[in-house]
Nanobody, 115 residues
Framework: QVQLAESGGGLVQAGGSLRLSCAAS????????MGWYRQAPGNQRELVAR???????NYADSVKGRFTISRDNAKNTVYLQMNSLKPEDTAVYYC?????????WGQGTQVTVSS
């Protein structure tokens, strides 16, 4: 099993920044990709950004140019730098890791952006 521990959520004003971190631990072999999803009340969980082991990234259109995902393979950690935050970014953010076709999820961290 792989465990994911998230940190960095909180309350910020519109236009501000936050940085999320997610560290993987446990039975780690090769984590093919890591990423962030979010879920706002009443909405489905949606992809925010993903990064593969070799650094290929993809982003939701709504966050392109504002969010940056990065990864430290040596530490099995993924980061999400969120700039120019908007109230519509408010959600619970979940870390995800894929290893050997198994999906692992963190417990989620709340991000609230006030207007």
């Amino acid at each position: 099993q792989v465990q994911l521990a998230e940190s960095g959520g909180g309350l910020v004003q519109a236009g501000g920044s936050l940085r999320l971190s997610c560290a993987a631990s446990g039975r780690i072999f090769i984590i093919n990709s890591m990423g962030w999803y979010r879920q706002a009340p009443g909405n489905q969980r949606e992809l925010v950004a993903r990064i593969t082991m070799i650094g290929i990234t993809n982003y939701a259109d709504s966050v392109k140019g504002r969010f940056t995902i990065s990864r430290d393979n040596a530490k099995n950690t993924v980061y999400l730098q969120m700039n120019s935050l908007k109230p519509e970014d408010t959600a619970v953010y979940y870390c995800n890791a894929v290893q050997r076709d198994e999906n692992y999820w963190g417990q989620g961290t709340q991000v609230t952006v006030s207007s």
